[in-house]
């Protein structure tokens, strides 16, 4: 079968920026459009220009920032947006203007209040005056998924002959079923004259958890442009996801349909537009959320060991992530407690797997995740043992109405060196001390204490990030002294950039 390609069309910073709480700022915006420009997406929907002085900067300079990604700019059918739109996209290498106007009755009654044969003479002028200012104009048919399908294929034949060379065709309230929307476009070109002349788009929102079926369904009836978003953000319940689309149509290569798409940047760049967005991606997110490759299931567990495609259709590497998670909860079996170790570089024996397999199970009952440093705490490995710098002492004086004072001896490379230092709390105090025998600017960036066990003799851990020279340190302990365990966890930090 011969390949046809799919458009992928980005409304990441329009559509999805949309989001309250989600505005990005100019330079933002950049970032974002260069990482869509690596990721291989063909059009960028860089704003709606008209609707203020930073949306028309931002058009600006991205058209100016990438180089062969189409830059589009949104309009309403009104000339002065529309002249405004081409105003932004003056530096574009390649500019389109997207312009249209509501055609369901909804719309056409309450938002216009007009009538159907108004609204097509508005459509078919706003296409003409975009024409005059750019080649590549985009029509949208707001509302398309609940407007007569007669009356809609009226409007898309007018506006192909006006000129438009891509029509976009949006259930912007996400109504549609997949059926239904699957048969729209069907019907579009059984029923328009002209229709080849142009790109049909579709544009889909995800109100009932249909964006990316809708999507499809439309892609499958001769489409061949999709408006997405990364991680699907956008207005109410977001927008359909480029990454699923990219992927099903990567995974069902008997479809015929490819795209310019690199999946294996996906990740990254969903974790920037997360980041950036301040919005966090959902752990059960189709293909990029923390749980997307991670089996907890014994049964899946040792499936996934024996053969990755037993329960896995995609591979990790080919969104970026390194490998799947096998993550250890007290479902998980003997195969995934080795799997982990072996991983760690620590190899048992049967009896000592069997042993160890007890304790993780003891300890998984009273603890939701199980990390790396617990596996290894219940196999007895020391962390520090190889390490340049030790703890070799640690005495504290702390209580109410005393300044907390903190005496502690570090063995380095097997010499001894001592130092003394005050602080606000016993935690503060060592750490102080340390720093006077390390003599480094080291700055910690986060503290966290947890309890693996509960009761008077608990096993505290200890979590800690420490700066230094522009880069993060990991460091932890775990200890029933609380204190002692905040020293080592510093140590364990400072152990990886101190040689």
Request: charged letters at 25%.
């Amino acid at each position: 079968m011969g390949q046809d390609k799919l458009f992928i069309f980005d409304t990441t910073l329009r559509d999805g920026e949309q989001v309250p709480g989600c505005q990005l700022n100019t330079v933002e915006k950049v970032e974002v459009a260069k990482a869509l420009e690596s990721l291989g997406v063909d059009i960028i929907e860089a704003g709606f220009p008209v609707s203020s002085p930073g949306d028309f900067h931002s058009v600006v300079e991205i058209s100016k920032a990438v180089t062969w990604p189409t830059i589009c700019a949104l309009t309403r059918a009104v000339e002065n947006d529309i002249k405004v739109a081409a105003e932004a996209l003056q530096y574009a290498k390649r500019g389109r203007i997207h312009t249209g106007i509501g055609t369901s009755d909804y719309h056409i009654r309450y938002k216009f209040n007009s009538n159907r044969e108004e609204i097509l003479e508005r459509a078919v002028a706003a296409v003409a005056y975009a024409k005059k200012y750019v080649e590549d104009v985009q029509f949208y048919a707001e509302d398309a998924g609940r407007t007569d399908n007669e009356y809609l294929a009226r409007v898309v034949e007018a506006v192909i002959k006006a000129g438009a060379t891509v029509v976009n065709i949006p259930d912007t309230t996400g109504y549609c079923l997949p059926s239904d929307f699957g048969n729209k476009i069907k019907y579009l070109f059984e029923h328009v004259d002209g229709i080849e002349k142009a790109v049909i788009a579709t544009h889909c929102h995800n109100d009932l958890g249909m964006a990316t079926a809708n999507t499809v369904a439309g892609i499958m009836n001769g489409a061949r442009q999709a408006e997405v978003t990364i991680n699907g953000v956008g207005e109410r319940a977001g927008n359909t996801s480029l990454e699923e689309i990219a992927l099903i149509f990567k995974s069902h290569k008997e479809l015929g349909i490819n795209t310019n798409i690199n999946t294996t940047k996906i990740y990254k760049t969903s974790r920037m537009v997360s980041g950036l967005m301040n919005m966090p991606v959902q752990p059960n997110k189709a293909i990029v959320g923390r749980n997307a490759f991670a089996h907890s299931s014994g049964i899946h567990q040792d499936g996934v060991l024996k053969n990755r495609e037993s329960y896995e259709i995609i591979d990790p590497k080919d969104v970026g992530i390194d490998e799947n998670s096998i993550v250890l909860t007290a479902r998980s079996g003997r195969a995934a407690l080795k799997h982990r170790l072996h991983l760690l570089g620590v190899e048992l024996e049967k009896e000592d797997l069997d042993k160890a397999y007890e304790s993780f199970l003891k300890l998984a009952d009273r603890k939701k995740d199980i990390n790396d440093d617990d596996v290894l705490m219940l196999v007895g490995k020391h962390l520090n043992k190889d390490a340049r710098i030790k703890l070799d002492y640690l005495q504290v004086t702390s209580g109410i109405g005393l300044q907390s004072v903190a005496s502690v001896r570090l063995d380095i490379a097997s010499e001894k060196f001592e130092a003394c230092a005050s602080g606000n709390g016993p935690v503060d105090a060592a750490i102080t001390a340390i720093k006077q025998i390390i003599h480094r600017h080291m700055v910690v960036k986060e503290f966290l204490i947890q309890a693996i066990t509960k009761g008077s003799n608990d096993v505290g851990k200890v979590h800690i990030t420490v700066e230094y020279e522009g880069n993060s340190y990991y460091g932890f302990s775990a200890n029933t002294d609380i204190v002692a365990a905040s020293a080592e966890a510093f140590i364990n930090a400072i152990n990886k950039f101190v040689h």
